[in-house]
Each structure stands twice: as structure tokens, then as C-alpha cells.
């Protein structure tokens, strides 16, 4: 799909009366350019966006010291062997699996995409065949100073509990998020991570079987909304960058872009509706931890019933 955008993209560009989408892929390259690569070189996190077996998408976060992360030639992204990642997301770093990359420093709002294909690195590590890279807008991101990792690899085992639906615990959790990451997946496209923000509680929800999720003016391209009207499963990691815990929901997504409901959720453009299918809460699984400097001027005022269960 490199080089063209895809159905569901194109779809959702229509409806938003988007009238140069030839001209939009110029800003997406198929190389790391030297200026990413030095941004790479000092980042201390990445997202990684990864599909399992049975085709559903998950967001990870590994974390490890400046340098892990390197452009050894244009084509190729470095993760280093001291890179702290989930098990289950390493797992995925090989054999032409498709991956995608958020890397985003939260202390500057910078951030770009990447995405590939995992491959064998004969010096060790794990690395990704650039498919596609380009930098997105710094709105909605929340101003973090991150602490380095405390410790480097896979991480020791955490307290982990699934279910099928949200706890009272996780709906607090969710109340007082003001960022989390998307992982979506198309199947000519790849893997794709991003990262949605938001006043704190600005994800929805409904029950404890169901969360909504605001959509606001973006960059116009429609990755992850587009990979969502091909494929409809969704993955989203909310981080808590305070205690280091991180809640996983699963689910299948179904997006609304004309509704009287839509002025419930002050901002939004569109939104995405959640039906859980797995949640999945660690505790203490962040190998750093961020202190918050500043909300994104960015961010609608929040309703009064966000954040809330209805």
C-alpha cells in the first residue's frame, strides 16, 4: 500500500471534504531523514503497535535509555537489546511481522510515525523495514518531564488482572486519563500506533462493556479511523505515568460522524464507539515515570458528563 492511501482513508477523506489528498502524501516518506534520526537517537519511549496471532492489535510502550533507539542506515529503525518491552510485544519484533511506531517526546510535544515490517539484525536488538515515516501536529499531547528508565530488558513480573468488562478501578483510571495510544491494523497497509489526548476523563464511559472515544481535528489523513472502517478491532493502552500503571482495552469500534450526541463531547469531529471484548490491568509496568507540566491548549473544555458512567 506504500504510496497510496487505502479505502477506508480515502473514505473518511471524502466526508471530510478533504480536496488535496495527492499533495497530503507528499509529507510521508519511506526513509528516516536525518533530522528523525537524531530525534530518535534521544528519545527515551516508544509506542509499538504489534498484531497477534489471531489478528488483533495491541499497544506497548518500551522505554530504555537515550540511544536505544537509532537509524543505523535510512531504511532501518534500531531497537536496542536493552530496550524494556512486554513480553508479548517482542514476541512480535521479528519475522516480517508488520509493526508500527509512535515515538513522541512529551516534554517538546514533537512526534512521528514509522511503519515497517520486523526484521533479523545481525548485531542484536530488533529492527523495523521503513515503510512509511512523517511527523504529525504536537495538539492534544500533555506536557511530561520523563524520568529515564529505572531498569532496561523484559520487564519483572507485574500484577496483571483480564476481564471482559471494566472494573470499578479501571473506570477511575479512565476518569483521570489525559492521553493514551491507539493501535489499529489494516491488511495491506500494516500496523499503525497513535496517540489521542484530551482534558482528563475525556474518554466516555458508557457501561462497563462500552467507552467512547472523541475524535478532534487532526492532520486530515485518517490512518487509525481509516484502518478502523476496513478492520473494526482497536487496541488502546492508557498510561498512568504517576504510579507506572497501565490499563489494555480491547474491543471492536464502530465510528459515528453525524449525531446529536456528538455535543456532548465539546471539540470532537467525530466519535468512536468501543465495545470491550478484553481489559487487561497491570500494575507498576512503565519503566518510567513522567511528571505533569502542562495540559495542551489544544483541548476542548470538557462536559460535564465526561468521564462518567451513565
Given amino acids: 500500500m506504500s504510496g497510496n492511501w487505502h479505502q477506508g482513508e480515502l473514505q473518511l477523506q471524502r466526508m471530510a471534504g478533504v480536496s488535496n489528498s495527492a499533495g497530503m502524501r507528499q509529507g510521508i516518506r519511506d526513509q528516516i531523514p536525518p533530522v528523525a534520526a537524531s530525534f530518535l537517537a534521544e528519545q527515551l519511549m516508544a509506542i509499538l503497535a504489534t498484531i497477534d496471532d489471531d489478528g488483533w492489535p495491541r499497544a506497548s510502550i518500551a522505554t530504555g535509555p537515550r540511544g536505544f533507539l537509532q537509524a543505523p542506515d535510512p531504511q532501518t529503525l534500531w531497537v536496542g537489546a536493552e530496550a524494556r518491552i512486554e513480553p508479548a510485544a517482542r514476541a512480535r519484533l521479528q519475522g516480517g511481522a508488520p509493526i508500527g511506531l509512535l515515538i513522541i517526546d512529551l516534554a517538546t510535544r514533537r512526534r512521528m510515525r514509522l511503519s515497517g515490517q ?13 515503510q512509511e515515516v512523517f511527523s504529525n501536529c504536537p495538539k492534544y499531547i500533555q506536557v511530561r518531564e520523563l524520568a529515564p528508565p529505572r531498569e532496561s530488558g523484559a520487564p519483572a513480573p507485574a500484577e496483571s488482572e ?11 483510571a479512565l476518569a483521570k486519563a489525559d492521553t493514551l495510544f491507539i493501535a489499529t491494523h489494516h491488511p495491506d497497509a500494516g500496523a499503525d500506533a497513535s496517540h489521542r489526548g484530551g482534558q482528563p476523563g475525556f474518554v466516555r464511559v458508557n457501561s462497563p462493556g462500552s467507552i467512547t472515544l472523541p475524535d478532534y481535528q487532526g492532520n486530515l489523513m485518517f490512518q487509525t479511523l481509516g484502518n478502523l472502517l476496513v478492520d473494526d478491532r482497536v487496541a488502546l493502552l492508557v498510561p498512568d505515568f504517576q504510579s507506572g500503571d497501565t490499563l489494555h482495552i480491547a474491543g471492536h469500534a464502530t465510528l459515528e460522524t453525524e449525531s446529536p450526541s456528538l455535543g456532548e463531547f465539546p471539540g470532537a469531529e467525530r466519535l468512536v464507539h468501543i465495545e470491550i471484548e478484553c481489559v487487561e490491568a497491570t500494575r507498576d509496568s512503565l519503566g518510567l515515570r513522567g511528571e505533569l507540566k502542562e495540559i495542551s491548549p489544544f483541548n ?4 460535564s458528563t465526561q468521564g462518567q458512567t451513565r
Fill in 162 to 172: 483480564t476481564r471482559g468488562e471494566l472494573a470499578a478501578s479501571d473506570r477511575t
Fill in 300 to 303: 476542548p473544555a470538557p462536559a
Fill in 118 to 130: 520486523a526484521i533479523t539484525w545481525p548485531g542484536g536488538g530488533h529492527a523495523i523495514r521503513v
